[in-house]
């Protein structure tokens, strides 16, 4: 058994280990700053080249509000695009371009894309809306989009989205991945 210590005993190790105390006059703490500032990594801008680098052949038809999408780059298997529909891949990012003009929204989805590519995400999830503010009831986004994903260098396969992430309204895309997250034995 060990022996019971009275409090007073404790205080008075306590002040016996420690020794002379001085108080300090103020609670504000000095840090001193390291000698060399912690580096900031250089901004890295956008490509400068040009991603809508791909030609469409021939024309496209114009969609409609309720018209369903779906693209596949030549060479790429059909099952990429069925396993694409069926959220095989998982959904890596998003975005929501509905209710900006075209302009606008050509930029913000390049840069989106850039970003994307660049971190390593494979499927992504546009939202277009489903233009029932457009004239004559012809989505202008939807229309956009479609062509401009079709010329983007990164882009593999896109098709429209499940009913429950936003249906003919949004669009998934696979992505390809970045050379530095591609090993040897990768493939698409």
């Known amino acids: 058994m060990t022996k019971k210590t009275n409090p007073s005993d404790d205080a008075l190790l306590f002040r016996n280990t420690i020794g002379t105390v001085t108080p300090i006059d103020t609670n504000t703490v000095i840090l001193k700053p390291d000698k060399k500032p912690r ?12 991603p809508l680098q791909k030609d469409v052949e021939g024309s496209l038809e114009t969609l409609f509000q309720e018209d369903k999408i779906a693209f596949l780059v030549p060479g790429m ?58 004239p004559n009831n012809q989505p202008v986004l939807k229309n956009d989009i479609n062509l401009w994903l079709r010329q983007h260098k990164d882009v593999l396969a896109f098709c429209s989205a499940p009913s429950k992430v936003g249906g003919t309204g949004a669009l998934l895309v696979l992505l390809r991945l970045s050379e530095k997250f591609v090993t040897s034995e990768e493939e698409y």
């Open 39 to 50: 580096p900031i990594p250089l901004f890295k801008p956008l490509e400068q080249v040009d």
């Open 77 to 134: 298997q059909k099952n990429v695009l069925r396993k694409l529909r069926k959220g095989y891949y998982g959904l890596d990012a998003d975005i929501d371009l509905h209710g900006l003009n075209s302009r606008d929204a050509q930029q913000q989805l390049l840069r989106f894309l850039h970003y994307c590519v660049e971190d390593g995400f494979r499927c992504v999830l546009i939202i277009h809306g489903k233009g029932y503010n457009s």
